[in-house]
């Protein structure tokens, strides 16, 4: 079944191979096991041909020819040192010509054998030199998408496929390709590795140009997803056609260029195939546009790269590279081959394009060629890519270990014949674990292995490899280079990469390019070089110079302010008048002076007074959790309790001269000092006890630029209101009752002075409370401060002090004659007779 879908998916392509006439290159050595191999000997299929089915190829490629070499090379060298004991490994190698189509065609012939004979995919006809295909392995191809449609075919017969070069992260996923290998890092290690560069070279904005196959978008895409991680600003991402052909890419080449030419990126990485590569590096050549290039595997060692006219003048080059060393051998073999008279296709077909020339001294050496000209002998070695080779080299060593495993060879004999399937063998392949030459290859789950890279450089102060990128993520490169990048600060575009302390980096503009900004407040860089201010820890904030984190101080009115000192001396001064006026109250305790200003009440008051004098204190000093929940709760109970004391007072007066039957009745019954205080007093304490209970007030720290404001909070400003107006309706009743006892016959005008002081604390307490609800600031608790002394001293100065001047100064008036005296002259005013006692 799956045969015919093959047949019905590639009419023509698959079914059928091209003519002799322009079949593309090929080679066939017949052995016991035979390992295919694919090769893009030439870059181009040229399709001007009538059918499809014939296709030539052009742009010959030294380095593919040689790395096709190297493969037969390496089996020629098993066979030789008979590491497979009486098992000859034969070869079937193609030249893909780069192409899809034709890769696919080959890769079906080389599996036709595993194939069921009635699915009619044989080919026309074959070369009468091979018998029918054994092919067991495949090595190749080196490109991620010609490998990607080969493993598709392979995959038919499980055969393993072993690439020496194809590294698109596509090809990891087994339930797509389970029986592709490779003997080089995945994109997926090859983008960490350039991202490790660029982060070690301090560049800190790169260019990607990537191409339309799987080789560049997926490399593309996985480097834009790591420098985005990185916080590396990827400045542009420029896709190119998968086959950049100058007739009608011209316009696209152009775009390019005018991006680069505008880009502020340090470094412009050219993820995308060698072809592609060299005609942009060719524009950029005409463009004389300098910059740091980074190039990805399939080119960094390329030499028709590295010798394009004029390549030295567009700036340095740093490359990934596969691991490089020497196949010992390899170049003997090459150079022998050169001169030897082979019937071998491929070797015939280089010397018929490029003949040996005759031998030129070593210091007039040009191995600069063009397809026309004849080689010297010794250049072909010139063009040797060691570490493509060295990957070709592992792929037939590993197979070879699982070709020893497969038939339990002993160094002797081989204890199973070739009779396996493919199957077998590709399990085998699998498991191998082996070294070569100092590199250890094991393939992982994906068929990966796990190798470093080469860091290689030219037209740069150090040229060829100058570091490596080892397995486990880490780089090594000359500390004196890191050094000399990690010291550049502003990039040649005026970009900055680092700024003083004080200072971060922000765009300015363009996308990429940063200018150092000072810090916002509150924000800080306290080294040269951060990039990004931080935030200074709560408590804390940033000076001007925004290079470090200070504490915050507390704001509040220190005792050295002049509000402060003021405020002070006033509470010290009312506290010993408080004390004198009581001294002069218990000296007089039993005149009746005394007796009208309450009796014992006065002494209440007195001590209700001294402790609203003594709480003062607790507004002024730096506010503390203490300093709150005894301030404004305590001076509400203790101020409630001498404006009791007042209002009893005056009902006492009010009862005394009041005359009305019905009026007076109801004063008589309500004229129980003691109650009235007790029950007036008690409705406060209950309100205060709630609010300390359940909602005590608090200490809040306001934040500000530079300092905490300590600020006492009454957490519930429902109870703080009710606190005050409940002094403020027992301040208004007796101002009212002080008001209407200003007409009775009190010599010692007490309703008189009383209203004066209820009428100062209703104002201050007036103004106070919207100032202290709404106002902002350090002068908010002093004024609270005022508002208590102005209340004490209201009620001191306006209740109990013109009694002690009396007391002191007008003792005559002390007397009880003088009451009665002058009660009976103000009712006889009033034309009322009043009887002598």
Same mark, same amino acid.
């Given at each position: 079944?799956?045969?015919?879908?093959?047949?019905?998916?590639?009419?023509?392509?698959?079914?059928?191979?091209?003519?002799?006439?322009?079949?593309?290159?090929?080679?066939?050595?017949?052995?016991?096991?035979?390992?295919?191999?694919?090769?893009?000997?030439?870059?181009?299929?040229?399709?001007?041909?009538?059918?499809?089915?014939?296709?030539?190829?052009?742009?010959?490629?030294?380095?593919?020819?040689?790395?096709?070499?190297?493969?037969?090379?390496?089996?020629?060298?098993?066979?030789?040192?008979?590491?497979?004991?009486?098992?000859?490994?034969?070869?079937?190698?193609?030249?893909?010509?780069?192409?899809?189509?034709?890769?696919?065609?080959?890769?079906?012939?080389?599996?036709?054998?595993?194939?069921?004979?009635?699915?009619?995919?044989?080919?026309?006809?074959?070369?009468?030199?091979?018998?029918?295909?054994?092919?067991?392995?495949?090595?190749?191809?080196?490109?991620?998408?010609?490998?990607?449609?080969?493993?598709?075919?392979?995959?038919?017969?499980?055969?393993?496929?072993?690439?020496?070069?194809?590294?698109? =992260? !596509?090809?990891?996923?087994? %339930?797509?390709? $389970?029986? #592709?290998?490779?003997?080089?890092? /995945?994109?997926? +290690?090859?983008?960490?590795?350039?991202?490790?560069?660029?982060?070690?070279?301090?560049?800190?904005?790169?260019?990607?140009?990537?191409?339309?196959?799987?080789?560049?978008?997926?490399?593309?895409?996985?480097?834009?997803?790591?420098?985005?991680?990185?916080?590396?600003?990827?400045?542009?991402?420029?896709?190119?056609?998968?086959?950049?052909?100058?007739?009608?890419?011209?316009?696209?080449?152009?775009?390019?260029?005018?991006?680069?030419?505008?880009?502020?990126?340090?470094?412009?990485?050219?993820?995308?195939?060698?072809?592609?590569?060299?005609?942009?590096?060719?524009?950029?050549?005409?463009?004389?546009?300098?910059?740091?290039?980074?190039?990805?595997?399939?080119?960094?060692?390329?030499?028709?790269?590295? =010798? !394009?006219?004029?390549?030295? %003048?567009?700036? $340095?080059? #740093?490359?990934?590279?596969?691991? /490089?060393?020497? +196949?010992?051998?390899?170049?003997?073999?090459?150079?022998?081959?050169?001169?030897?008279?082979?019937?071998?296709?491929?070797?015939?077909?280089?010397?018929?394009?490029?003949?040996?020339?005759?031998?030129?001294?070593?210091?007039?050496?040009?191995?600069?060629?063009?397809?026309?000209?004849?080689?010297?002998?010794?250049?072909?070695?010139?063009?040797?890519?060691?570490?493509?080779?060295?990957?070709?080299?592992?792929?037939?060593?590993?197979?070879?270990?699982?070709?020893?495993?497969?038939?339990?060879?002993?160094?002797?004999?081989?204890?199973?014949?070739?009779?396996?399937?493919?199957?077998?063998?590709?399990?085998?392949?699998?498991?191998?674990?082996?070294?070569?030459?100092?590199?250890?290859?094991?393939?992982?789950?994906?068929?990966?292995?796990?190798?470093?890279?080469?860091?290689?450089?030219?037209?740069?102060? /150090?040229?060829?490899?100058?570091?490596?990128?080892?397995?486990?993520?880490?780089?090594?490169?000359?500390?004196?280079?890191?050094?000399?990048?990690?010291?550049?600060?502003?990039?040649?575009?005026?970009?900055?990469?680092?700024?003083?302390?004080?200072?971060?980096?922000?765009?300015?503009?363009?996308?990429?390019?940063?200018?150092?900004?000072?810090?916002?407040?509150?924000?800080?860089?306290?080294?040269?070089?951060?990039?990004?201010?931080?935030?200074?820890?709560?408590?804390?904030?940033?000076?001007?110079?925004?290079?470090?984190?200070?504490?915050?101080?507390?704001?509040?009115?220190?005792?050295?302010?002049?509000?402060?000192?003021?405020?002070?001396?006033?509470?010290?001064?009312?506290?010993?008048?408080?004390?004198?006026?009581?001294?002069?109250?218990?000296?007089?305790?039993?005149?009746?002076?005394?007796?009208?200003?309450?009796?014992?009440?006065?002494?209440?008051?007195?001590?209700?007074?001294?402790?609203?004098?003594?709480?003062?204190?607790?507004?002024?000093?730096?506010?503390?959790?203490?300093?709150?929940?005894?301030?404004?709760?305590?001076?509400?109970?203790?101020?409630?309790?001498?404006?009791?004391?007042?209002?009893?007072?005056?009902?006492?007066?009010?009862?005394?001269?009041?005359?009305?039957?019905?009026?007076?009745?109801?004063?008589?019954?309500?004229?129980?000092?003691?109650?009235?205080?007790?029950?007036?007093?008690?409705?406060?304490?209950?309100?205060?006890?709630?609010?300390?209970?359940?909602?005590?007030?608090?200490?809040?720290?306001?934040?500000?630029?530079?300092?905490?404001?300590?600020?006492?909070?009454?957490?519930?400003?429902?109870?703080?209101?009710?606190?005050?107006?409940?002094?403020?309706?027992?301040?208004?009743?007796?101002?009212?009752?002080?008001?209407?006892?200003?007409?009775?016959?009190?010599?010692?005008?007490?309703?008189?002075?009383?209203?004066?002081?209820?009428?100062?604390?209703?104002?201050?307490?007036?103004?106070?409370?919207?100032?202290?609800?709404?106002?902002?600031?350090?002068?908010?608790?002093?004024?609270?401060?005022?508002?208590?002394?102005?209340?004490?001293?209201?009620?001191?100065?306006?209740?109990?002090?013109?009694?002690?001047?009396?007391?002191?100064?007008?003792?005559?008036?002390?007397?009880?004659?003088?009451?009665?005296?002058?009660?009976?002259?103000?009712?006889?005013?009033?034309?009322?007779?009043?009887?002598?006692?």
């Amino acid at each position: 079944m799956w045969c015919f879908l093959l047949c019905f998916s590639f009419p023509g392509l698959l079914c059928t191979l091209p003519t002799a006439t322009h079949q593309p290159l090929h080679e066939y050595s017949d052995g016991d096991v035979i390992i295919g191999g694919l090769f893009p000997i030439h870059l181009q299929p040229n399709r001007t041909f009538p059918s499809s089915r014939h296709v030539s190829c052009n742009e010959y490629h030294f380095q593919q020819f040689l790395a096709a070499q190297m493969m037969i090379f390496a089996i020629k060298r098993v066979n030789q040192r008979r590491a497979l004991p009486n098992v000859t490994l034969g070869y079937d190698v193609y030249d893909t010509c780069g192409d899809v189509s034709l890769a696919m065609r080959m890769a079906l012939n080389m599996s036709i054998d595993q194939l069921d004979p009635q699915c009619g995919l044989l080919p026309e006809r074959k070369p009468s030199s091979a018998p029918d295909p054994r092919v067991k392995a495949v090595i190749g191809e080196g490109s991620s998408e010609v490998s990607i449609a080969v493993a598709r075919i392979l995959t038919l017969s499980s055969i393993a496929q072993i690439s020496y070069a194809a590294t698109s =992260e !596509l090809l990891s996923k087994k %339930a797509k390709f $389970p029986t #592709f290998l490779r003997t080089v890092n /995945s994109d997926v +290690v090859q983008t960490k590795a350039m991202a490790e560069l660029v982060k070690t070279f301090n560049w800190e904005t790169v260019g990607i140009v990537g191409s339309d196959d799987e080789y560049g978008k997926y490399g593309s895409d996985g480097l834009v997803d790591r420098f985005n991680a990185m916080d590396v600003c990827v400045d542009f991402k420029f896709i190119l056609p998968a086959h950049l052909d100058l007739s009608n890419a011209q316009k696209q080449l152009n775009e390019l260029m005018d991006t680069i030419g505008n880009s502020t990126a340090e470094a412009i990485i050219l993820f995308t195939r060698e072809s592609n590569v060299k005609l942009v590096l060719e524009a950029a050549i005409q463009r004389n546009l300098n910059r740091t290039w980074i190039a990805s595997d399939t080119w960094s060692n390329s030499s028709d790269i590295k =010798e !394009l006219p004029g390549i030295e %003048a567009i700036g $340095p080059f #740093f490359g990934i590279a596969f691991k /490089s060393h020497i +196949v010992e051998g390899f170049a003997d073999y090459v150079s022998s081959m050169v001169e030897e008279k082979s019937s071998n296709p491929l070797w015939e077909y280089h010397k018929l394009n490029h003949p040996p020339c005759q031998s030129a001294p070593q210091e007039k050496l040009n191995c600069s060629l063009t397809a026309s000209q004849c080689m010297e002998t010794r250049c072909l070695v010139h063009y040797i890519f060691w570490d493509l080779s060295l990957n070709i080299y592992l792929a037939v060593e590993v197979i070879v270990n699982a070709l020893s495993s497969l038939m339990k060879c002993d160094g002797e004999k081989c204890q199973r014949n070739t009779s396996f399937t493919a199957y077998e063998l590709l399990n085998e392949i699998k498991n191998v674990n082996l070294t070569v030459n100092d590199t250890h290859i094991v393939f992982d789950d994906n068929g990966d292995p796990m190798l470093g890279y080469d860091i290689v450089a030219w037209n740069s102060p /150090s040229s060829g490899t100058i570091g490596e990128y080892l397995p486990g993520g880490k780089i090594n490169l000359p500390p004196s280079l890191v050094a000399t990048m990690a010291n550049v600060t502003v990039t040649a575009f005026n970009c900055s990469k680092t700024c003083p302390a004080g200072q971060e980096l922000k765009k300015n503009g363009m996308k990429c390019c940063k200018h150092c900004i000072v810090c916002s407040d509150g924000y800080v860089s306290s080294e040269i070089g951060t990039q990004k201010c931080r935030m200074c820890e709560e408590g804390k904030y940033s000076p001007l110079k925004r290079d470090r984190c200070l504490d915050k101080k507390h704001k509040f009115l220190e005792w050295k302010n002049p509000f402060i000192i003021t405020l002070s001396v006033f509470i010290i001064i009312g506290i010993v008048a408080t004390v004198m006026v009581g001294v002069i109250f218990v000296v007089n305790r039993g005149t009746p002076i005394v007796k009208a200003v309450g009796g014992y009440l006065c002494f209440l008051e007195l001590f209700s007074l001294l402790a609203c004098f003594c709480l003062s204190f607790t507004f002024i000093v730096k506010p503390s959790p203490l300093s709150c929940i005894t301030g404004m709760p305590l001076f509400g109970i203790a101020f409630t309790l001498c404006v009791s004391c007042v209002l009893a007072n005056l009902l006492q007066i009010l009862v005394c001269f009041t005359f009305s039957q019905n009026m007076g009745g109801w004063l008589r019954k309500v004229n129980q000092p003691p109650a009235v205080v007790a029950i007036l007093f008690g409705v406060q304490l209950v309100l205060c006890s709630i609010w300390l209970a359940c909602f005590p007030p608090s200490l809040h720290r306001v934040p500000h630029k530079k300092a905490f404001e300590l600020k006492c909070d009454p957490t519930s400003k429902a109870l703080f209101g009710a606190v005050l107006s409940y002094v403020g309706l027992l301040a208004i009743v007796s101002f009212l009752f002080a008001f209407k006892g200003k007409k009775l016959p009190d010599l010692y005008k007490n309703a008189s002075f009383v209203t004066i002081g209820m009428l100062l604390v209703l104002v201050v307490w007036i103004i106070f409370i919207p100032v202290y609800l709404f106002g902002d600031g350090v002068y908010t608790e002093a004024i609270q401060a005022a508002a208590v002394l102005v209340s004490s001293y209201s009620m001191l100065c306006c209740h109990l002090v013109p009694k002690c001047y009396i007391m002191v100064f007008r003792k005559e008036l002390n007397d009880e004659k003088a009451i009665t005296d002058y009660i009976r002259n103000h009712f006889e005013q009033k034309g009322i007779n009043v009887l002598k006692s």
